[in-house]
């Protein structure tokens, strides 16, 4: 992996899971999907030849799946 890519993404994982102590479920949720998102989404762009455009709509998609999922968990009671 690039080194140049590689560094700045764990310093940034590294503070946003940090971050997530005081946050409620809904948006641990998002947050989670995102960050799934934008990593699946940053490998298939790689692939395809646009890493940058794969990862802005993986995080898009991974949010929005992330928040749908937790108002289903609060509808099934969870």
Do not use: W
């Not at 140049?4 to 946003?16: D, G, K, N, Y």
């Not at 960050?35 to 692939?47: D, E, L, R, T």
């Not at 990862?55 to 289903?72: E, F, M």
Request: charge should be neutral.
């Amino acid at each position: 992996m690039n080194r140049q890519f590689f560094i700045p993404s764990l310093v940034l994982a590294t503070s946003v899971l940090s971050g997530c102590a005081g946050m409620s479920d809904t948006q641990q949720r998002t947050l989670s999907g995102s960050a799934m998102g934008a990593a699946g989404g940053a490998a298939i762009g790689a692939i395809s030849g646009n890493a940058g455009a794969g990862a802005l709509i993986g995080a898009g998609v991974g949010a929005l799946g992330g928040y749908v999922y937790d108002q289903h968990e609060k509808s099934q009671g969870n």
